[in-house]
């Protein structure tokens, strides 16, 4: 099991930027694929990137081409660059890894606390 600390979330204005950062414990960060998440008012948590332990990135279309995922596995770090922010990406940002399973990719049971991410002028 791993423990996760999101960080570096805050209020920006749409068009602004944010970067994201997940910090991992544990000796086998390395050996997981990891993903982000997020949750808006009322919505579902839902997966917006992930990232393969080769380094292999997929998008969700409601952020592709804005956001970019990222890992430094010798700092047990996971990354999400987040540009040309719009209202709708308001929303809580949850990082956890994840697995592959009936052609689609799922969450291990541990959550951390989250950042919160404002979109607003």
């Known amino acids: 099991q791993v423990q996760l600390v999101e960080s570096g979330g805050g209020l920006v204005q749409p068009g602004g930027a944010l970067r994201l950062s997940c910090a991992a414990s544990?000796?086998?960060?390395?050996?997981?694929?990891m993903g982000w998440y997020r949750q808006g008012p009322g919505g579902e948590r839902e997966l917006i990137a992930h990232?393969?332990?080769?380094?292999?990135?997929d998008y969700a279309n409601s952020v592709k081409g804005r956001f970019s995922i990222s890992r430094d596995d010798a700092k047990n770090t996971l990354y999400l660059q987040m540009n040309t922010l719009k209202p709708e990406d308001t929303a809580d940002y949850y990082c956890?890894?994840?697995?592959?399973?009936?052609?689609?990719?799922?969450?291990?049971?541990?959550w951390g606390q989250g950042t919160q991410v404002t979109v607003s002028s």
């Open positions: 544990g000796p086998v960060f390395r050996f997981y694929s």
């Open positions: 956890n890894a994840v697995y592959n399973a009936g052609g689609s990719w799922h969450p291990f049971d541990y």
């Open positions: 990232i393969t332990t080769a380094g292999i990135t």
